[in-house]
């Protein structure tokens, strides 16, 4: 019998949310994704620069979606009108908005930097002072397929960065079951350009992007390295480190991780196999193209919340590449966040999220 | 208060649909829709080049949403397994077929040219012989703005071409209010790269299409020109002609169309959008964006069943100007035909179909 | 024998020239033709925004080619070092600065808008007050098909707008041989991303371009209107008016111009193909495309000077379509700015421009 | 005083030359270059799929550039018309006619992979039985910073692969001067998809490539491999093995190779410094961009023969990133030939291939 999807029926409440930063592209893909929830409705949406305009004046695509005008960050209104926040504000702007969130009993899902860092030494010296340290410890690390359990108990989540999340989810499962040495990672990452977000440089100007394609932040410098290191070390139980290079691919949407490591010795492609099936078993938003299936591009997962993972061993050289793919605005960014926000008010967690990736 | 979209929450039985010609863009297409619709089943699919390979095989996006076997066609299994068909075969392939669909008591939509054109002569003189030609009086133009009443009460719907869709949308009103001269029509249309297929060519490669823009087909002679001036003729009660230009975009998805006409004498810029808004008042899927808003662009209907439709009178030599946009493969062929299915079926017209824009 | 291109054997002094505006893609795109000619050593280079640094440095791709700092500019240092002037600045900038040029006998050919119109008023309404109209008369319209006599006697040389150079030269030899009726042109023009500049805006950010086809300006209301009738009604001897709709293509570079006319009554194929042939006779940088061979497009004059025009007769309406294609940087703005130079100055016009257009 | 580039002027002889496979594009991008080389005609043309048919209709970009007829391969005719040939020819066909064109005292550059390996059994290993090993011996590895001397002296030279130049060039000052461990090598390459010739494939259809990236040949499973460590073996004098991932970027041309590797201990970045400039000092065709530039990209030397490299070292994980760019096609295959070409018959080894790279 052939599967296909299914729209979960339901009645019951919606959730009135708030989306702070809704001017940016995480800030209408979580537009995009929300219109479409079957259980929520967009209370609320705030921009420092569009203050006053309607959201689909800025941005036809939403026109008949989402006549909602932009208000300033007002936490009383928001308190009052929604239920729940996203907040996709630039890294240090938020955390001068969500401690007061958190006081009038919102629920919060950060899309910044400013909570994914459990450690406020480590924060500043990648990102600077922190000016309420006392959340690292609340926040829990939004990637459900690690912490499911603490984000259903949450009140604060962060959400995970774009590469960290295609990162992690293609080691985790070999360093869970011990099978690569943890000091031999190197990630080698490509982003389609809404990574560097919707403000004007000259690095996203159509020409100086089309057939383009470089490295940026290489040798160790890119403030994803910390996240990616704390999450790989815990799931290791042992300091990781790796190296990482983004590099700029002249496409929209979409990461594509190569990640190289060293199986330990003995360990074989079934033993890697194994790991990722179990790992991953009955996961919703992972699909594993294993030995026999062709690896995973970019295309194959536009627009939707898939981290798509394959994998190769190189005995020539003893090497293994996990190849991981997911769209850095969905998974990478909004689409998790939704997720997240299923889990913590108690929806099934594909609501909203389950239907086909964008092709062609 | 917000507007925002809801999923419409239905119990009942399901349809079970077959898709001919599985393989392509609108095959694709189709199933991208209909897995996500939530009264739809994909009971069968066909493909001539895939048999028996399974479609998520063929196309890894779909992994663990379709994953169907691709079988021959087989009239009686698929009147035994479907209530519905989609029939996204090549010209001259579905006449072959369609007849015996119909005798069976299925519903039949069908996404190529053949039953498009009322006039065999007119099919003979653009197609070829048609084999069946007593269907073109039964076939129902599957143009809703057009034909709604007629549709919900047809068997067999001719879908529409990705062309006419957005020229006739674009034309309609003007004609119907007769604030035009019929024969002052020039259409100069832009299609992404998708409506050419997607059978191998030098003329879709990659690096031939890449930084190319071109015109084809020019001069009288692209086969959707009948099926253009047949629906402009019977809105304007009389023969209308029309110049028709296709041009391919390095751009995967999109239809952008600038038809140019005639006002006719004393016509003003009020007389034009009242056409406009009183011809597609109440119309889900068209969206109008009048000579204050910025005029419309492929990529603000991405992925989505909006025609999103402008205009502009240039007074300097008395030409009204009109842009239209679609999604040439949900607007213009596959979102179209599951909206001219709800109809057929008695389901909603937007069910499966209402959602955001892919945006960026 | 195979023809082949060689490049013209010269002794004989260099020309020095000074670009004024040289870190903007009209002013790269002189950089990149001069570095080639065998002529000319650039001695100067301006630019307001990037003062003091190094052209190669801002521009890394002419590293090792152009390694020269860009200074303020000093009319009298001009003169002192070079010879002839290439202005890139923004229309209204240079008529600042063009007088005194003249003034100490350097020849300029100007990129800008300012001394395109030979009426003043024409110029007062389309861009404002000019500060020194009587250079009007004094100025020649740089399209040396037109004008070639007259350029090279020129001191100032007002080179032609990109979209102005596609369109005049499709319709220029049917006007001439009075083959189409002058009221019923229609210009729909196609121009890749590098026509909007290289200055940051929203319109020219890589993910709204991407997968995004719209039109821009109109009705009637681009600037480059006035220019383009100005040139059709000398060559017509009589007013003629344009119906010109520009869009932006997902492209670099390139203008695709796709014109529609009425040929006279009697007008027949031969006639048509007659005025091209017999127009550009010899030219070296038009290429023509007739009926029989396959329509131009932007990728086959890539980088190149060429202008490839072909065209079709539309029996069933009457009308004439003519394509044209041009790089709009090289032929549309820097590659006929070196032609004229080349014409100025008594060089072989095709120096330092004759190699093959870049493919793929 | 500003550098600039000067066409070497010279009288004397031309050389003739016969391209084999001039219908792909690496034949095409010989022909682009060759049609502007001061001292070369082209005198013979073949194609296996266009015989009889003119090239510039099959390309139209080369219209009155290069209108010669495909003609059959007939080595004898072709020792009459030519002095020196470049074999286009896929793997395995080279072979077949090599010999008899050395035989004929012709001078060849042959571009496929059929002499690139200097030991048969490694040659049957990943490619198959080879027709005249005894060539293999002969045959010159044709990368000049390599060997220079010996491709001046050689009749038959084996152009480099595409990534292997790209590759090599980035590491091998570092294996000459000791500086790095040779096994800790991964090199992580990205190439357009003119990489994968013109041939049609469901792989480099327009809508497959667009939006997508991917990895291809993940495993230590590409061809590229044996060559790659063939040359750093040389270099290293020892046995060095790399781990080699190729990917497929969605744009033309380009390549850029992000290259991974530990440096020896008490190795610091200024001896890695002084490793690339003393190795690359007076090259024509390298670029070095040091810890202060940005690291290079596939634009900025688009259409050239340029290498463009950069590096970083990352303290963290004790990794040093090499970063090269190369335009595939030119550097990576027939600007790199004619490089070759100047070098074995005695013309000024940049003639012909001393232009500014395409941008933007």
Same mark, same amino acid.
């Given at each position: ?31 995009? @994704? ?7 409705? @967009? ?43 996203? %907040? ?79 990162? @992690? ?73 790796? %190296? ?64 798509? @993972? ?51």
């Amino acid at each position: 019998m052939p599967f296909y999807l299914r729209v979960v029926e339901m009645s019951g409440q919606e959730v009135r949310v708030a989306i702070l930063g809704a001017s940016g592209y995480t800030g209408f893909e979580l537009v995009r @994704i929300l219109v479409s929830h079957p259980r929520v409705r @967009i209370a609320f949406a705030s921009s420092r620069t569009q203050e006053g305009t309607i959201l689909s004046d800025h941005y036809p695509a939403f026109k008949g979606m989402a006549d909602i005008c932009y208000s300033p960050v007002d936490v009383d209104r928001i308190a009052e009108e929604a239920d729940f926040v996203f %907040a996709a504000l630039p890294h240090g702007a938020s955390m001068d908005v969500v401690p007061d969130l958190l006081k009038r009993g919102l629920k919060v899902v950060d899309l910044s930097a400013d909570y994914r860092l459990r450690n406020k030494d480590l924060y500043q010296e990648w990102y600077g002072t922190h000016k309420n340290p006392e959340l690292l410890d609340l926040a829990v690390y939004g990637l459900p397929e690690l912490y499911r359990g603490a984000i259903k108990r949450a009140n604060l989540v962060a959400n995970p960065g774009c590469y960290p999340t295609s990162i @992690i989810l293609a080691v985790a499962p070999l360093l869970k079951y011990d099978l690569i040495e943890p000091d031999s990672i190197i990630a080698d990452s490509k982003s389609g350009v809404t990574g560097a977000g919707r403000a004007l440089s000259l690095g996203t100007h159509f020409c100086e992007v089309n057939e383009s394609f470089k490295a940026y932040k290489v040798g160790g410098v890119h403030r994803h390295i910390p996240e990616i290191e704390q999450e790989l070390s815990l799931i290791a139980r042992k300091q990781v480190r790796i %190296a990482f290079t983004p590099h700029l691919v002249p496409m929209s949407r979409g990461i594509l991780s190569t990640v190289y490591s060293r199986p330990r010795d003995g360990v074989g492609e079934k033993d890697i196999e194994e790991a990722f099936r179990t790992f991953y078993r009955d996961e919703p938003f992972v699909r594993l193209f294993g030995p026999e299936a062709e690896l995973p591009s970019t295309l194959q997962v536009r627009g939707s919340n898939y981290c798509d @993972i394959g994998w190769r061993l190189d005995r020539r050289t003893g090497r293994l590449i996990v190849v991981s793919a997911i769209d850095n605005l969905t998974r990478g960014a909004s689409g998790q966040a939704v997720w997240n926000m299923n889990l913590m008010v108690g929806f099934p967690e594909n609501m909203g999220l389950q239907y086909a990736p964008w092709q062609p």
